[in-house]
């Protein structure tokens, strides 16, 4: 029998997805380019996000299309050399090293405000908000979600006026405000990017908290709480020990708390997506449950292990649904690719969440267990 064509192949592994090629449905793709059979089989999810931003295909829905690949695990049946080295790379090279800390601050994070001011809403929470206010009853509206998730994060830490916080990955300052504000405690919050150490002291004047552009390693000093909002997935496998060391060494050993909220996937791995690691987060990879009570044991007590990944793909489609609204309104360097990549992103991200192919997680530590057991807040 002759070989199967690029297309031909394409077609049958998409099929796989119930997904078709020139179909009318909302999750079928459209091709524009005949290139992009043989690009997407050479390069896998490389290639299929790449020729995305280069125009080669649509879908009427493009986060329909990539949670049928996902939720049939198509992606699991086309790998690339690249995926390969990528692996052997990440096993041999700490890419999380002290040295290369600041790379996704310059590279993502750093992308300028206009953009995160459009598409976060209200606050600049760059992460799962929780869709429930503390009746339980559910939300409708973006900022409200978001100040529920930091309003959750800190009553599961019981914070009151007195108490020192370490915000562990500040962002843009956001939640140390809204502890300061709201529940009177002061704080110290670290962030390896420029643009989001200067946005969070301005937004924090007044209030007794220090905004630090630090990795946070070098952070050695006492503090009764911290919180963890989003960044530990920039952390690494490699350094998961140093990180729970760092937290333990920082915090009260008697009454600390911490709270690690974080996206997590079902399986344990070394690196991250090579489209996501080359366009949006360099050197990132999710944490499995196993990698981190690996790392956690002997140093804490896990107390409640919280997960609501299901509310991450309602925000991600607030924030494309902002960004949709706003992107004629933005500088013009976000450009056409610019959109598209952002938009692949997006979209990539709420498929991952529906399919449960990844969790948000948020996890209550203890230096030596609460006396008595803690009860987590929901």
């Known amino acids: 029998m002759p070989a199967l064509s690029s297309r031909s192949k394409v077609e049958e592994l998409l099929a796989t997805a119930d997904i078709r090629v020139g179909g009318e449905r909302p ?72 040295r290369r800390a600041f790379t996704v601050g310059r590279r993502h994070y ?62 843009w300052g956001e939640a140390l405000k809204f502890a300061a504000e709201r529940y009177g405690v002061s704080g110290v919050g670290v962030t390896v990017s420029k643009e989001q150490a200067e946005y969070a002291r301005r937004l924090c004047e007044g209030l007794p908290v220090e905004i630090r552009l630090q990795d946070y390693r070098e952070v050695d000093e ?41 996206i997590g996937g079902n399986h344990s791995v070394r690196h991250t997506d090579r489209w996501i690691a080359k366009y949006i987060f360099p050197n990132s990879m999710l944490p499995s449950a196993e990698q981190i009570t690996q790392s956690v044991e002997g140093r804490f007590v896990i107390e409640d292990w919280h997960n609501f990944g299901t509310d991450y793909d309602r925000t991600l489609q607030a924030w494309r649904d902002n960004l949709d609204a706003a992107w004629a309104s933005l500088p013009p360097q976000y450009d056409q690719r610019f959109r598209r990549m952002w938009r692949f992103y997006l979209c990539a991200s709420m498929a991952t969440f529906r399919s449960r192919r990844a969790q948000l997680w948020q996890v209550v530590l203890s230096p030596e267990g609460v006396p008595g057991g803690y009860v987590a807040p929901r």
């Open 222 to 262: 006492r503090f009764d709480r911290a919180f963890s909002i989003g960044m530990f997935e920039h952390v690494g496998v490699r350094n998961y020990d140093t990180y729970f060391e760092t937290a333990r060494r920082c915090l009260d050993p008697r009454n600390g708390l911490l709270v690690l909220h974080t």
């Open 110 to 171: 750093d992308l300028g405000n206009d953009l995160y001011s459009a598409m976060l809403g209200q606050r600049l929470v760059y992460s799962c908000a929780y869709w429930r206010d503390a009746t339980g009853m559910p939300l409708d509206d973006l900022d409200a979600a978001q100040e529920a998730k930091l309003d959750l994060v800190c009553r599961k830490l019981d914070l009151g006026p007195g108490l020192r916080v370490l915000d562990i990955g500040c962002g």
């Open 27 to 98: 999750w079928d793709v459209q091709v524009h380019e005949p290139r992009f059979f043989a690009r997407v089989l050479a390069q896998g999810s490389l290639g299929l996000g790449e020729s995305y931003m280069d125009g080669w295909w649509d879908a009427p829905s493009l986060d329909g299309f990539l949670f049928q690949l996902l939720h049939a695990r198509v992606d699991e049946r086309v790998h690339s050399l690249g995926d390969v080295l990528a692996g052997v790379k990440a096993r041999v090279v700490n890419m999380q090293s002290m």
